[in-house]
């Protein structure tokens, strides 16, 4: 009988991650239970995703929503353990750094399934970021250990993890090889939203520590407003109740100076929105490696990354979200020549379904 594995999945961006996996498992012949938590639930943030990236219906939706940390983690280990005891699988699979991810581990972990994480050994060193805190305690529960990258391997010898680590390259390059559309004539997102190819900014806000403090936001805002180019402004949802809440609201809301809020993008026309961009401006981890894949300039909105890389590089600065430091960012010359291959070949997917498939238990 053919390996049974449980793939936990949840928030925008692990739908990205498991997409190809999901394909490359079934190709291998290995059987796939997959568990929506339900973390993200709006069409926009789940949906479109699925129907875009022809992932399959999960198995169970756990439609956990939105709580608090503690609320959302809980609930989810509950209805996983249901599902594991029920599903009875040979390995768990989790994706990523968000609160589905470790629900996802510490389930299989207390159940004692083995355990596979993909996209393990990131590091942003900074604790205040709930998503530090998922990938360290998920790399230390897991058995099978996904690196994207070479340095994600050196971090988790560092930690003395270094039984089931697999460099495998990154399964978002794979997802953008295959669903990037850069050499169409002319994006349709651009057209509808009257956009020249490489005359505009693209921006993206959800971090807490940038959009949970008014004056944080309000401070990047004003800066990008003052910008001489449009700045393109795809808002989540956790980002457009922080910006409903700032007492000019109405302002924002209504697009002022060079902001254009519009409702968050699918895939491929998120990714034509990057591709095409003169600029990326993001505090997101995935975009800014998609940034990088696309050969467009990232600004990280942040004080570190886990994708050292792409700044390694000069493709990506970080500013950590202060204005002047935007600004001067703005002004920054980037590298003309194409972004070296850090990422692997476009091949992760495959290789993980590969060791799901014939590594030892
Ligand atoms: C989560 C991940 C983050 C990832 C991001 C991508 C954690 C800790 N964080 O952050 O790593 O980069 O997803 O988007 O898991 N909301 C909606 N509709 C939705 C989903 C969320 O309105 O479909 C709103 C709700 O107000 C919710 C808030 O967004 O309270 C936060 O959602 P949550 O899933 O807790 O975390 P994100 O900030 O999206």
């Known amino acids: 009988m053919p390996r049974k594995v449980l793939s936990v999945v949840g928030a925008r961006p692990q739908f990205v991650k498991a997409a190809l996996v999901s394909d490359a498992m079934r190709l291998r012949g290995l059987r796939e239970c997959l568990i929506h938590t339900g973390q993200h639930y709006d069409h926009e943030m789940s949906q479109i995703f699925f129907n875009e990236l022809g992932l399959r219906a999960p198995d169970r939706n756990l439609g956990v929503g939105s709580q608090s940390h503690a609320g959302q983690v809980a609930a989810m280990l509950v209805g996983i353990e249901a599902a594991i005891l029920q599903e009875k699988p040979d ?17 299989a972990a207390k159940l004692g399934i083995p355990l596979a994480h993909v996209e393990a050994g990131l590091r942003s060193f900074n604790r205040a970021m709930p998503e530090e805190l998922n990938r360290v305690l998920t790399d230390h529960a897991s058995d099978i250990l996904f690196c994207p990258t070479q340095n994600a391997v050196t971090q988790l010898a560092r930690e003395a993890i270094t039984r089931g680590v697999h460099f495998v390259g990154d399964t978002m390059y794979d997802a953008t090889l295959r669903f990037s559309r850069q050499d169409d004539t002319m994006p349709a997102i651009l057209a509808r939203l009257g956009l020249t190819s490489g005359r505009y900014l693209a921006l993206t806000l959800h971090r807490p520590g940038n959009v949970d403090v008014p004056e944080r936001l309000t401070a990047i805002l ?10 393109v402004f795809p808002v989540h949802p956790r980002t457009m109740g922080k910006i409903e809440a700032l007492p000019d609201a109405g302002r924002w809301l209504r697009g002022h100076g060079a902001l254009q809020l519009i409702k968050p993008l699918g895939y491929q026309d998120m990714l034509a929105l990057v591709g ?8 997101s981890g995935g975009l800014q490696k998609e940034a990088y894949f696309l050969r467009t300039p990232c600004i990280t909105l942040r004080g570190e990354t886990e994708w050292t890389e792409t700044v390694d590089e000069g493709w990506n600065v970080l500013v950590d979200a202060e204005p002047e430091r935007i600004l001067a960012a703005l002004k920054h010359r980037f590298p003309e020549t194409p972004p070296p291959p850090h990422y692997g070949d476009g091949r992760a997917s495959r290789l993980i379904a590969d060791i799901l498939a014939t590594t030892d238990l």
Do not use: M, P, R
């Open 222 to 231: 004003e800066t990008l407003a003052d910008c001489d180019t449009s700045v």
């Open 91 to 107: 390995i768990a699979l989790v994706f990523g750094d968000t609160n589905s991810t470790l629900a996802g581990a510490l389930a």
């Open 276 to 283: 095409q961009a003169h600029c990326l401006l993001t505090d």
